[in-house]
């Protein structure tokens, strides 16, 4: 059986692993903007980061604490602006399932995770960015039940 849970100082070498993952999806995808292999973050960058509620990074394990997964959010908060609403926003910045791990619902899990973190913590939506180069995402979050809020665009001079 998978649990997610917060992240943990000892669970950054299997998250770098995992970063690596998602950079190489990236960089396969479009290697003249993603430099691969590498990651987002540095381990001493992501000891700063695990264990922060507003900026919550979640784990899926296994029954034996193996990390299969994560899901980085961030808290995006807009108050007074003259033309949005106050709203509250999760933020999934970065969604991974390690490729030994495909197909055990492992992505599931974390998502709804998320999202019951977010009704939990009074967030008003979820939201996330996809590129367009990586289907697999774009359908898996689609199956999800999210939909399109607003299509980033770009001509390459």
């Not at 007074?80 to 999934?92: E, R, S």
Request: aromatic share 8%; hydrophobic share 40%.
């Amino acid at each position: 059986m998978n649990t997610v849970r917060m992240a943990q100082e000892k669970d950054i070498p299997a998250i770098l692993e995992l970063l690596v993952q998602v950079d190489m999806v990236h960089h396969n995808g479009r290697p003249d903007i993603f430099n691969g292999p590498a990651t987002k973050y540095s381990g001493e960058e992501l000891r700063t980061m695990v264990g922060k509620e507003t900026d919550p990074i979640f784990v899926c394990v296994d029954e034996e604490d193996k990390v299969l997964g994560h899901a980085f959010c961030e808290t995006k908060q807009i108050l007074g602006h003259h033309v949005l609403t106050d709203i509250k926003t999760l933020y999934i910045d970065d969604i991974c399932v390690d490729e030994k791990a495909r197909g055990q619902h492992v992505g599931t899990s974390l998502y709804d995770h998320v999202i019951s973190f977010a009704k939990e913590h009074d967030y008003y939506n979820v939201t996330l960015n996809v590129w367009s180069c990586n289907p697999t995402a774009m359908k898996f979050y689609e199956a999800m039940g999210m939909k399109p809020q607003k299509v980033g665009m770009e001509v390459v001079l």
